[in-house]
């Protein structure tokens, strides 16, 4: 049974550009959570999905960031015009339900 | 947000020493709690989960002080690759999905 898959591991981009981080949660997982992780810093909630529904995005910034979790496919976390300050570990992790959460690899957003 | 509070450390231990690292919550809701642990830059892993009292797994032990509103871990004859941040974890509420996330201890262990 694979575990959370998320990428790619590594993502570079220049300032303005788009960034896609993809997940694909583990098998019998329809719950998928965003979190980002700045240096020396502890993990930020961002966003929580299931199949087709943003359940809260209360820790996403309000532009540019977008994240979705269609029927089919893997969950998708969105940022357009990147800045420096985006820079950052971004995990995700899924859930059968319950507060379990099983990790990812992240990935890892620099821009230049 | 509700605020998870745990002291960075670092701890520098020597091998086979004990050691305990306290984490505070501010939501007095919160029912259940997690210890992960994360190496450095990898994803976090889930060590113990911490639904009473607390919760023994060999040479780990995860204690919860309601009254205080603290959890502990404490770690028996450390081992070298002990050495990682540990992640004291607590959700916002009762019924709540969401997990706020301490910044962790550091641990490292010496030969």
């Known amino acids: 049974n694979a575990g959370v898959m998320q990428n790619p591991r590594h993502l570079v981009r220049r300032r303005g550009q788009e960034a896609r981080l993809r997940c694909s949660p583990m098998k019998g997982h329809s719950h998928v959570y965003w979190y980002r992780q700045l240096p020396e ?3 930020k909630f961002m966003v929580y999905l299931q199949k ?5 995005e209360s820790g996403m910034p309000k532009e540019r960031f977008s994240a979705e979790f269609p029927k089919e496919g893997p969950s998708i976390l969105r940022i357009q015009q990147v800045v420096r300050g985006d820079s950052a570990a971004y995990f995700c992790a899924s859930s059968p339900g319950g507060k379990k959460l099983f990790f990812g690899s992240g990935t890892q957003l620099s821009v230049l | 947000r509700k605020e998870v509070e745990q002291d960075p450390g670092p701890f520098n231990v020597p091998e086979g020493a004990t050691v305990a690292f306290n984490c505070t919550y501010s939501n007095s809701a919160s029912q259940s709690f997690f210890w992960y642990r994360q190496d450095c830059r990898k994803e976090p892993k889930l060590l113990m ?3 009473s009292s607390g919760n023994e797994d060999g040479r ?3 204690q919860l002080n309601r009254a205080s509103q603290y959890i502990s871990l404490l770690i028996r004859d ?5 050495s990682a941040t540990y992640l004291c974890v607590a959700p916002d509420g009762a019924g709540s999905y969401q997990l706020t996330f301490g ?3 550091k641990l490292s262990v010496i030969p």
């Open chain 2, 78 to 82: 450390s081992k070298l690759s002990d």
């Open chain 2, 49 to 51: 989960s911490v639904y």
């Open chain 2, 103 to 105: 910044k962790g201890t």
């Open chain 2, 60 to 62: 780990f032990t995860a």
């Open chain 1, 41 to 43: 810093e502890g993990l």
């Open chain 1, 52 to 56: 087709e529904n943003i359940i809260d």
